[in-house]
């Protein structure tokens, strides 16, 4: 049975938190770009861009990643490329992800990022960081620490996909 966590005003209080503190560590927008990892990364990537548009007046450019194929964990990884339409090189990047769990997903982003470009860094946001991490990956921006046993998993919904915005518990 799913239980509620984080409604749709607190998630976008925590959504707000990370855009400021993005500005912040970044000493602004220039030369920034943000990845969103598919499915609901994309959409908070989305969120944050607007965001930062909105404090800034600077325009970011979102990068959907799907990652099904760089997964070390998944049968699905063919060795086959992504090919980002926008240039990376040089541009400092924001991952964004919706749950960081083991690491092995932002693992998977990396690879693929790696294989677009060099970019200047590379930065991870995500909505809930829930513990449990099987690699040495930690995020630099958070919106919840959540932590869960490992019986039990995380889903956040956005309004975009789910048709409603919040956070369960499971």
């Known amino acids: 049975m799913a239980k509620e966590i984080v409604d749709a005003m607190a ?4 959504l707000t938190r990370i855009t400021y503190e993005i500005i912040e560590k970044n000493k602004g927008v220039t030369n920034l770009a943000i990845v ?4 609901r990364g994309v959409f908070i990537a989305q ?6 548009q909105q404090l ?4 970011i450019p979102v990068i959907p990643l799907d990652i099904t194929h760089y997964r070390d964990d998944d049968n699905q990884n063919t060795g086959e490329k992504i090919s980002f339409e926008e240039n990376i090189d040089n541009k400092r990047i924001i991952l964004v992800d919706d749950v960081l769990f083991t690491g092995r997903t932002i693992r998977a982003a990396l690879d693929a990022i790696m294989d677009n470009g ?3 860094a590379v930065n991870l946001a995500v909505l809930v960081d829930r513990g ?10 958070v919106g919840k ?3 869960t046993a490992t019986s039990e998993s995380i889903r956040v919904k956005m309004k975009e996909f789910d048709g409603m915005d919040g956070i369960e518990i499971q």
């Open 47 to 52: 969120r944050i861009a607007e965001r930062l």
């Open 132 to 141: 449990h991490r099987e690699l040495p990956i930690r995020a630099d921006f």
């Open 56 to 59: 800034e007046g600077a325009t």
């Open 145 to 147: 620490n959540i932590p």
């Open 36 to 39: 969103g990892i598919k499915t």
């Open 118 to 120: 060099r970019p200047a």
């Open 11 to 14: 998630m976008q209080r925590a």
